[in-house]
């Protein structure tokens, strides 16, 4: 009985996980100040908040439990991982996202830093397969590198772009 309840609230999670990555990729999260800035998934929040307050909580009780220190190390750095973790996905959420204009590709990483490439200064675009996605790996002439899915991110723009001009060090393709 113990083992049935077991693999049936695993199927339940995965198959959850697996709607809400679907739900994610066929609805991107866009900014309500700039439809074309693209940000992480809304449920990114959802799931992080309750982790930070998990983390929180296991750090609090830690401290105020068992005074042996063989007890309360593990769980303290249990708490502070989790926590961290947790702290690590809010900032993802806020300050990650990715804007293609019709000229240049910007993004923000977790931390705030801002990288900018005009599509005239591409120096090279490569693509590649990562866990069943679509990468981009673009580098600008300034050494400027950018890596994104392209399965999960709009860059049609920029695709379009290299197609017709090519970049700095690859000439276009030749039209068939």
């Known amino acids: 009985m113990y083992l049935a309840l ?3 609230v695993n199927l339940a999670v995965a198959v ?20 074309a800035v693209q940000r992480m998934p809304r449920f990114v929040p959802y799931f ?17 439990g068992s005074t042996d220190p ?15 973790v947790g702290g690590y996905l809010l900032l993802l959420y806020r300050n990650f996202y990715v804007w293609v204009t019709d000229t240049e ?3 923000a990483s977790v931390l705030g830093s801002v990288r900018r490439i005009a599509f005239r200064d591409l120096e090279s675009l ?34 379009a772009y290299v197609w017709e001009h090519g970049t700095r060090t690859q000439p276009a393709p030749t039209q068939r």
């Open 48 to 64: 992080a908040w309750p982790v930070t307050v998990i983390g929180a909580g296991l750090i609090l009780l830690a401290f105020a």
């Open 16 to 35: 959850g996980i697996v709607l809400l990555v679907r739900y994610a990729r066929k609805n991107p999260h866009v900014s309500r100040q700039n439809p």
């Open 70 to 84: 063989r007890d309360i190390l593990p769980m303290q750095v249990a708490g502070a991982v989790i926590f961290l």
């Open 6 to 8: 077991t693999i049936g």
């Open 126 to 159: 490569a693509t590649y397969t990562q866990n069943r996605h679509r990468m981009i790996k673009i580098r600008g002439i300034d050494g400027t590198r950018i890596k994104l899915s392209s399965t999960i991110y709009d860059v049609q723009h920029l695709l």
């Open 105 to 107: 590709i910007e993004t």
